[in-house]
């Protein structure tokens, strides 16, 4: 059974950084895309970035020079670096990763194939 874990949520400051981590099991993703979308009260979901097999990246635009996603192929894990978070970064941030190898639905939400429970990510003013 495949699962993605997300740790790291909680609650921080505005201007205060936050590292959320993503553990999978039960295959390899190693050349796979792996990411995060995250969702906020009342609004709809949003593509927060995505990592390659060569770990190449991209972003959403509301977070493009803030965060940072990096993986480790031999934990089999992706991470979120965020910095200077803002009170609009209030959200559930969910790991995503793509079934196939060598395929990347980018920004498209539907074509992942897994996503773990979430883990909150609140940002105070």
């Known amino acids: 059974q495949v699962r993605l874990v997300e740790s790291g949520g909680g609650l921080v400051q505005t201007g205060d950084s936050l590292r959320l981590s993503c553990a999978a099991s039960?295959?390899?993703?190693?050349?796979?895309?792996m990411g995060w979308f995250r969702q906020a009260p009342g609004k709809e979901r949003e593509f927060v970035g995505n990592i390659n097999w060569e770990y190449d990246t991209a972003y959403g635009d509301s977070v493009r020079g803030r965060f940072t996603i990096t993986r480790d192929g031999a934990k089999n894990a992706v991470y979120l670096q965020m910095n200077s978070l803002k009170p609009e970064d209030t959200a559930v941030y969910y790991c995503?990763?793509?079934?196939?190898?060598?395929?990347?639905?980018?920004?498209?939400?539907?074509?992942?194939?897994?996503w773990g429970k979430g883990t909150l990510v609140n940002v105070s003013s």
């Open positions: 995503v990763a793509h079934g196939a190898m060598y395929v990347n639905p980018y920004r498209l939400g539907d074509r992942y194939d897994y």
């Open positions: 039960g295959r390899s993703f190693s050349r796979s895309v």
